[in-house]
């Protein structure tokens, strides 16, 4: 039995449906709500959720292998469940350990349980956020238009998930993830404009406006996030080969994410 957490989440569900493709037969999903999920009528749909760890032990009755979305606030009390629960194998998605998920790897391995950590880089649909002013204005305005980062589309993520899941050998590795390209963030934005068939120009902002123009989506993060895009211009992220080497099929290129999310970024009217 594999239990996927967060079964609803944007890589959660991913992940059931790789798993399924790929023939697992006895796959659990975690949700809020079963009602409005929508899964698979193969797939048994459990009510809770990490936040609600009182939820967990049903949820983890019989389960061998265990797909665990970042939840920092209760990691520690779900992975001892999962191991009172005789799991025999987490798979989390979180970070290196200096990073912002670092706790999760930390707790899943103090519980003991084998682990393989997913550590992914950018998410694809992070850029997104360009999708409202691209619809309204036509034009990205942000800063440093080169710095530059190797995103990766979550479906590949999930893809590496539903592997380290179903094959043995990934017990005690940590894969790094990216994207299979390295790209500025104006080289992303000329992407975009194929997508929709024309020019979206990149008007550059200063740091302290680039700060400002995503603090009302991002908080106080917004000024640690435009300080990273500075580092990134003078130190790109390279892309390393884990997705095609785990999945034996290459990543997601920034070009065809842009291709398939390009109604997001036209205009309504």
């Not at 698979?40 to 665990?68: F, K, N, Q, S, W």
């Not at 779900?78 to 009172?84: G, I, R």
């Not at 992303?188 to 302290?208: D, K, Q, T």
């Not at 700060?211 to 917004?222: D, I, K, N, T, W």
């Given at each position: 039995?594999?239990?996927?957490?967060?079964?609803?989440?944007?890589?959660?569900?991913?992940?059931?449906d790789h798993?399924?493709?790929?023939?697992?037969?006895?796959?659990?999903?975690?949700?809020?709500?079963?009602?409005k999920?929508?899964?698979?009528?193969?797939v048994?749909?459990v009510?809770g959720?990490l936040?609600?760890?009182?939820?967990?032990?049903?949820a983890?009755?019989?389960?061998?292998r265990m797909?665990?979305?970042?939840?920092?606030?209760?990691?520690?009390?779900?992975?001892?469940?999962a191991?009172?629960?005789?799991?025999?194998h987490?798979?989390?998605?979180?970070?290196?350990?200096?990073?912002?998920?670092?706790?999760v790897e930390v707790?899943?391995?103090?519980?003991g349980v084998?682990?393989?950590?997913?550590?992914?880089?950018?998410?694809m649909?992070?850029?997104?956020?360009?999708a409202?002013?691209?619809?309204?204005s036509?034009t990205?305005?942000?800063?440093?238009?080169?710095a530059?980062?190797?995103a990766?589309?979550?479906?590949?993520?999930?893809?590496?998930a539903?592997?380290?899941?179903?094959e043995?050998?990934h017990?005690?590795?940590?894969?790094p993830?990216?994207?299979?390209?390295s790209l500025?963030?104006?080289e992303?934005?000329?992407?975009i404009?194929e997508?929709?068939?024309?020019?979206?120009?990149?008007?550059?902002?200063?740091?302290?406006?680039?700060?400002?123009?995503?603090?009302?989506s991002?908080g106080?993060?917004?000024e640690?996030?435009v300080?990273?895009?500075?580092?990134?211009?003078?130190?790109?992220?390279?892309?390393?080969?884990?997705i095609?080497?785990?999945?034996?099929k290459?990543?997601?290129?920034?070009?065809?994410w842009?291709a398939?999310?390009?109604?997001?970024?036209?205009?309504?009217s």
């Amino acid at each position: 039995m594999i239990l996927v957490t967060g079964a609803t989440g944007n890589i959660g569900r991913l992940v059931v449906d790789h798993l399924l493709r790929a023939g697992a037969t006895d796959v659990r999903a975690l949700t809020t709500n079963p009602e409005k999920a929508k899964l698979p009528p193969e797939v048994e749909v459990v009510e809770g959720y990490l936040g609600r760890v009182e939820t967990l032990p049903a949820a983890l009755e019989g389960v061998e292998r265990m797909y665990l979305a970042p939840l920092e606030s209760t990691v520690r009390e779900v992975v001892a469940l999962a191991a009172k629960a005789g799991v025999r194998h987490i798979v989390d998605v979180a970070g290196s350990k200096d990073s912002w998920w670092g706790s999760v790897e930390v707790a899943v391995e103090e519980s003991g349980v084998p682990w393989t950590h997913l550590e992914p880089g950018e998410f694809m649909d992070n850029y997104l956020m360009w999708a409202e002013q691209v619809r309204t204005s036509g034009t990205v305005r942000d800063g440093y238009p080169d710095a530059a980062v190797a995103a990766i589309d979550l479906d590949d993520i999930a893809a590496v998930a539903a592997v380290a899941l179903l094959e043995d050998g990934h017990q005690g590795k940590a894969y790094p993830l990216t994207g299979p390209e390295s790209l500025t963030r104006a080289e992303m934005v000329r992407l975009i404009g194929e997508a929709l068939g024309r020019e979206v120009p990149y008007v550059e902002l200063a740091h302290a406006d680039a700060v400002e123009a995503l603090r009302p989506s991002m908080g106080e993060f917004a000024e640690t996030y435009v300080d990273g895009m500075a580092q990134l211009t003078k130190h790109p992220q390279q892309a390393v080969p884990a997705i095609a080497e785990l999945t034996g099929k290459p990543g997601t290129t920034f070009a065809q994410w842009a291709a398939r999310n390009v109604a997001a970024f036209r205009p309504t009217s």
